[in-house]
């Protein structure tokens, strides 16, 4: 079990940033590749971007690249997502999630956090 805890949302308008964390509890984090996934009201669960258990590597869904930035720090046992130029389509519940290896899917990720909202006001 890897329990995950996420920690930054909140409200913030149109243009600003926030800053993500996931908490993750246990000796193994470092083995595990991290994601974070969102879900706007209505949607499904969609992939934001994952780092591999080294964060030597990153993948980004098109719609975030170059706003968004993935990190991990396997000494705090903890990964971030640093969001930029926010506008109301990045609205929604952000998960942080755990899987063995990087992965964009969903059914890739073994444990997950309860979500944080982020809500952005245009």
């Known amino acids: 079990q890897v329990p995950l805890v996420e920690s930054g949302g909140g409200l913030v308008q149109a243009g600003g940033s926030l800053r993500l964390s996931c908490a993750a509890s246990g000796r193994t984090f470092r083995n595990y590749a991290m994601a974070w996934f969102r879900q706007a009201p209505g949607k499904e669960r969609e992939f934001v971007a994952v780092?591999?258990?080294?964060?030597?590597?990153?993948i980004y869904t098109d719609s975030v690249k170059g706003r968004f930035t993935i990190s991990r720090d396997n000494g705090e046992n903890t990964v971030s997502l640093q969001m930029n130029s926010l506008n109301a389509e990045d609205t929604a519940v952000y998960y942080c999630?755990?899987?063995?290896?990087?992965?964009?899917?969903?059914?890739?990720?073994?444990?997950w956090g309860k979500g944080t909202l982020v809500t952005v006001s245009s």
């Open positions: 999630a755990a899987g063995p290896l990087v992965s964009r899917s969903a059914h890739g990720m073994n444990f």
């Open positions: 780092i591999s258990s080294s964060g030597g590597s990153t």
